[in-house]
């Protein structure tokens, strides 16, 4: 006995391609302090994350460990090797959802990271 079985074409629609435009919201840095040379694993908790962020330390750019809906793991960037300021010294921690090349929507909020 032989039965044929027969599938129909199927379509795959994602939705995560169209996420609604929202500023991320960061409410926690944890560690917020580490060394000039950066390096060190800082975890940021907030909502309203996208599929794909940005987060910089001042004007610098913190590469990204992983992201989840809920929180961010980068590695902290280093100070300014060449014209380093005094330790210990503040700066502010921004998120920005990136959404295509035009569009990206900033944190409001910014969390200080004290290099030491």
């Known amino acids: 006995h032989v039965q044929e079985i027969r599938s129909r074409p199927f379509t795959v629609v994602s939705h995560r391609s169209k996420q609604e435009k929202k500023n991320p919201l960061i409410r926690e840095l944890h560690p917020s302090f580490g060394t000039r040379k950066g390096g060190n694993l800082v975890e ?23 992201l989840r809906p809920d929180r961010i793991i980068v590695l902290a960037p280093p100070l300014d090797p060449i014209n380093p300021p005094e330790l210990p010294h503040s700066i502010l921690v921004r998120v920005s959802n990136i959404f295509s ?16």
Request: proline fraction near 0%.
């Open 44 to 66: 940021i908790r907030g909502r309203q994350l996208a599929d794909q962020v940005v987060v910089t330390f001042g004007d610098r750019t913190a590469e990204v460990i992983e």
């Open 101 to 116: 090349r035009k569009i990206r929507q900033d944190s409001i909020e910014q969390l200080e990271y004290q290099y030491v």
